[in-house]
T-cell receptor
Framework: SQQGEEDPQALSIQEGENATMNCSYKTSINNLQWYRQNSGRGLVHLILIRSNEREKHSGRLRVTLDTSKKSSSLLITASRAADTASYFCATDDNQGGKLIFGQGTELSVKP | EAGVTQFPSHSVIEKGQTVTLRCDPISGHDNLYWYRRVMGKEIKFLLHFVKESKQDESGMPNNRFLAERTGGTYSTLKVQPAELEDSGVYFC????????????FGPGTRLTVL
């Protein structure tokens, strides 16, 4: 079964800096989604990128997808303390709808 | 539009007891999913409903877990009897379409089995 792996597992930066998180997966996908989880809260959907797309933007977020390398990256520009959270990638293999999640990256943005 | 809601937000029970978790999906979303995150591990799929039918229950860990979605609206996930390793956060998600669609997650139910 496919499995997402994220790197780094933890990232600590200063406010204003950019944060880059990477995700790798093993099998063919239909799309890849990024989610954020603030401490003790639910998962918030950030962005969905389809397998035929290479890059997508949403506000301060930029997601890239390289299907040849089976990897994706999430870039958060001009980070804020409120961006402190866990970030997960999840893939949809177009088999039935279930998402396969990565281990997540713990991002800490210091004011 | 109201989001996915889950009840309760927290549950603390003793080993051997029964707990029932509830999920109300976004109105009009035929697809409903259950996931869980056990401490320190990744979020894992449990099962998927399309309306009231179980589309995929390959992630259900064992027969102590029973999920229902009578009428195709809200869903319940019952754990009976609960074991220590069942502790974790149980998430529910819903989507309009089966594949290629955004899944919207609820806030989760934190289950602690003592």
């Amino acid at each position: 079964s496919q499995q997402g792996e994220e790197d780094p597992q933890a990232l600590s930066i200063q406010e204003g800096e950019n944060a880059t998180m990477n995700c790798s997966y093993k099998t063919s996908i239909n799309n890849l989604q990024w989610y954020r989880q603030n401490s003790g809260r639910g998962l918030v959907h950030l962005i969905l990128i389809r397998s035929n797309e290479r890059e997508k933007h949403s506000g301060r977020l930029r997601v890239t997808l390289d299907t040849s390398k089976k990897s994706s990256s999430l870039l958060i520009t001009a980070s804020r303390a409120a961006d402190t959270a866990s970030y997960f990638c999840a893939t949809d293999d177009n088999q039935g709808g279930k998402l396969i999640f990565g281990q997540g990256t713990e991002l800490s943005v210091k004011p | 539009e109201a989001g996915v809601t889950q009840f309760p937000s927290h549950s603390v029970i003793e080993k051997g007891q029964t707990v029932t978790l509830r999920c109300d999906p976004i109105s009009g979303h035929d697809n409903l999913y259950w996931y869980r995150r056990v401490m320190g591990k990744e979020i894992k799929f449990l099962l998927h409903f399309v309306k009231e039918s179980k589309q995929d229950e390959s992630g259900m860990p064992n027969n102590r877990f029973l999920a229902e979605r009578t009428g195709g609206t809200y869903s319940t996930l019952k754990v009976q009897p609960a074991e220590l390793e069942d502790s974790g956060v149980y998430f529910c998600a819903s989507s309009r379409f089966r594949t290629g669609d955004t899944q919207y997650f609820g806030p989760g139910t934190r289950l602690t089995v003592l």
